[in-house]
T-cell receptor
Framework: AQKVTQAQTEISVVEKEDVTLDCVYE???????LFWYKQPPSGELVFLIRRNSFDEQNEISGRYSWNFQKSTSSFNFTITASQVVDSAVYFC????????????FGQGTELSVKP | GAVVSQHPSRVICKSGTSVKIECRSLDFQATTMFWYRQFPKQSLMLMATSNEGSKATYEQGVEKDKFLINHASLTLSTLTVTSAHPEDSSFYIC????????????????FGPGTRLLVL
């Protein structure tokens, strides 16, 4: 099965808290890409990060960091010192190397950051 | 860079009419464009994949005669919802994949801002 699971449907935190959004994927392919997108209330999907299956280096970009663990098929996303503007739905997605670019999305995690 | 636009952003139409939605890649050439549908509080559902100059590939369960897709150039794809009915009301989002070499920006889909369709 090829699937992306975001078990957390909704998360609510208070501003300045750290929050981790979980993403677990299933695939038999050895070569694939993983993505995170942010969808604010306006609706547009904003690209956050792409990670290749052969690159397990973790990445940090400002308050955002990503932890890719092939051994557990997880690609978790952490926001440090959350802000109200981080409130959005976050989607994790999987794409196979040779399948024309089709993305498989998780169900999304709605993050609410309260002041 | 990698900006995708959609027009219109919102449309309200009467049942039975057809609606055309445009998706444009503004600063890159897109070999492939994708059309998604999203219902409230749900994930994105891929409807079809279109490659410039060829027929679109529809996902299972998507009516190709109902949702006509045309990808006439490397920067423009259109989705026409024919004879729209209230159940077609949804949020339609396109994305584009840049033409280019493997491993670069070409591996990422960039999304448009979406079109909210309401059929009365």
């Amino acid at each position: 099965a090829q699937k992306v699971t975001q078990a957390q449907t909704e998360i609510s935190v208070v501003e300045k808290e750290d929050v981790t959004l979980d993403c677990v994927y299933e695939t038999r392919d050895t070569t694939y890409y993983l993505f995170w997108y942010k969808q604010p209330p306006s609706g547009e999907l904003v690209f956050l990060i792409r990670r290749n299956s052969f690159d397990e280096q973790n990445e940090i970009s400002g308050r955002y960091s990503w932890n890719f663990q092939k051994s557990t098929s997880s690609f978790n996303f952490t926001i440090t010192a959350s802000q109200v503007v981080d409130s959005a739905v976050y989607f994790c997605a999987l794409r196979f190397y040779n399948q024309g670019g089709k993305l498989i999305f998780g169900q999304g995690t709605e993050l609410s950051v309260k002041p | 860079g990698a900006v995708v636009s959609q027009h219109p952003s919102r449309v309200i139409c009467k049942s039975g009419t057809s609606v055309k939605i445009e998706c444009r890649s503004l600063d890159f050439q897109a070999t492939t464009m994708f059309w998604y549908r999203q219902f409230p509080k749900q994930s994105l559902m891929l409807m079809a994949t279109s490659n410039e100059g060829s027929k679109a590939t529809y996902e299972q369960g998507v009516e190709k005669d109902k949702f006509l897709i045309n990808h006439a150039s490397l920067t423009l794809s259109t989705l026409t919802v024919t004879s729209a009915h209230p159940e077609d009301s949804s949020f339609y989002i396109c994305s584009a994949r840049e033409r280019g070499q493997r491993g670069g920006r070409q591996e990422t889909q960039y999304f448009g801002p979406g079109t909210r369709l309401l059929v009365l």
